[in-house]
């Protein structure tokens, strides 16, 4: 079984910076790669960023440019990822989620968390 857990989200004025954290750890196998997803209040949950392990990234076209998924990391079984968020709009606001997919198949997520941006 693999645990997720998301941290860093919080409150912060448009144009600020925030930096989202993600490990998934657990599993006797290592993860094939990681995403981030967000929802919004009302609205359906969105890609946000993928990063496959050892390999490329992608963004969405609204995050392209001022989001950076880093690379993933991998010390004794914990697997983490960064979500690197600049130039924030108020339209980023939402929970923010992690997946992680692990090589030998099996998807997991995160609880969340909550990424508010005032204008």
């Known amino acids: 079984q693999v645990q997720v857990v998301e941290s860093g989200g919080g409150l912060v004025q448009a144009g600020g910076s925030l930096r989202l954290s993600c490990a998934a750890s657990g599993g006797f196998d290592s993860i094939a790669n990681m995403h981030w997803y967000r929802q919004a209040p009302g609205k359906e949950r969105e890609w946000v960023a993928s990063?496959?392990?050892?390999?490329?990234?992608?963004?969405?076209d609204s995050v392209k440019g001022r989001f950076t998924i880093s690379s993933i990391t991998r010390v004794n079984a914990r697997n983490t990822v960064v979500l690197q968020m600049n130039s924030l709009k108020p339209e980023d606001t939402g929970v923010y989620f992690c997946?992680?997919?692990?090589?030998?198949?099996?998807?997991?997520w995160g609880q969340g968390t909550q990424v508010s941006v005032s204008s």
């Open positions: 997946m992680a997919v692990r090589r030998l198949g099996g998807t997991y």
């Open positions: 990063i496959i392990n050892g390999g490329p990234t992608n963004y969405a």
